[in-house]
């Protein structure tokens, strides 16, 4: 693996092609418009930037991280002679196909096709590919630079070994990855993340609080413990006893609605989009880049915390074998 190719440079393509640039890698990042490619290089500096001033990265290898990525709106310039490709563009079945056919009838049968889908299943996603088991789903979590985990997602056609690659890869630049053993919609964290959501918005249709209390309550309780301790391993330490009353007692009470709530769609309808628009939950300015800039330094310090901790655990294993 020597050549990386980034498909789409938004929210979630920059931050890929930056991971991919930062282990070594040279990497390919394409875009349609060049506006989109000066936002993704503005936005990779941004984030190195705040890495050297954390000192958790040296300014050569911020030069050579930026050296190591090559910015283009041609499709076919980006994907000739490459080895893996992360395909990050929009969420629409029909624009990935498209892509995917392009990219089959330029590439290698050799070169891995992985999707950052956050819906789609493999099956759906190579209904019309020449080489289904080269296709594999990587799904990274905003912001792809810092969140530790990536879930991979192969379906029966896979091939094993490009699970192995894959996999391979993820570790050698820096992530973890969970391979789920079946090919279901929305993977783990998404289903987890949707299901606490519907909860949250019947909690705010009921007149029961605010956005705004939700956060707080869970980024002082779950969010809090999350990233040292699981949902599952936190029910060991409470007791699985309480678990089980908790679960009988509130289970009965909870939001069952399979449909998006009215004032989610009104907002979006009204053009109230989170950041991109400056209003979503919450007001904005200049599309958040003051929150984003806090949030991933918040993220960095969190990140060095979990780095030094698993790093501890290794040192203990190493002393005790
Ligand atoms: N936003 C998230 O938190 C998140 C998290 C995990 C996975 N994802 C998934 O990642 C993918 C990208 O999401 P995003 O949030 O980065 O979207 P985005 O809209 O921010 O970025 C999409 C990029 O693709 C480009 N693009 C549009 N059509 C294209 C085409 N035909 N060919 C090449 N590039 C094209 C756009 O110009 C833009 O640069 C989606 O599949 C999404 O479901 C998103």
């Given amino acids: 693996m020597k050549n990386i190719t980034v498909l789409g440079a938004g929210i979630m393509g920059h931050g890929v092609a930056q991971l991919f640039a930062q282990a070594g890698y040279k990497v390919r990042i394409q875009a349609r418009r060049e506006i989109s490619l000066k936002k993704a290089k503005d936005l990779i500096t941004e984030s190195l930037k705040i890495m050297v001033e954390k000192e958790m990265l040296t300014e ?94 192969k379906f029966e056609k896979t091939d094993e070994n490009v699970v192995k690659v894959t996999y391979d890869l993820m570790k050698e630049i820096g992530k973890s990855s969970v391979v789920l053993k079946k090919e279901i919609t929305g993977f783990i964290v998404n289903r987890v993340q949707v299901a606490m959501l519907r909860e949250a918005f019947h909690l705010i249709e009921q007149g029961v609080c605010t956005a705004e209390d939700i956060d707080i309550a869970i980024k002082g309780s779950m969010g809090f413990k999350w990233a040292f301790c699981g949902p599952l391993e936190s029910q060991d330490l409470a007791g699985l006893q309480t678990t089980q009353a908790m679960v009988h007692n509130i289970e009965q009470d909870l939001s069952n609605t399979r449909e998006v709530p009215a004032f989610l769609k009104e907002m979006v309808e009204r053009g109230e989009h989170g950041i991109r628009s400056n209003k979503g939950f919450y007001k904005y300015n200049d599309n958040g880049a003051q929150v984003i800039y806090t949030r991933d330094d918040n993220f960095l310090n969190l990140l060095k915390l979990i780095q030094d901790s698993e790093a501890k655990k290794e040192e203990t294993a190493a002393t005790t074998k």
């Fill in 60 to 153: 050569d290898k911020m030069d050579q991280t930026m050296a190591n990525i090559h910015y283009t709106t041609d499709l076919h310039e980006a994907i000739q002679d490459t080895d893996f490709i992360l395909e990050s563009i929009p969420e629409v079945l029909e624009t990935k196909l498209d892509t995917y056919d392009i990219i089959e009838s330029v590439v290698s049968e050799n070169t891995i096709i992985a999707s950052n889908t956050s819906t789609f299943p493999l099956k759906e996603l190579t209904q019309r590919a020449k080489h289904p088991e080269r296709f594999i789903i990587t799904h990274y979590f905003n912001p792809p630079q810092l969140v530790p985990i990536v879930e991979i997602a």
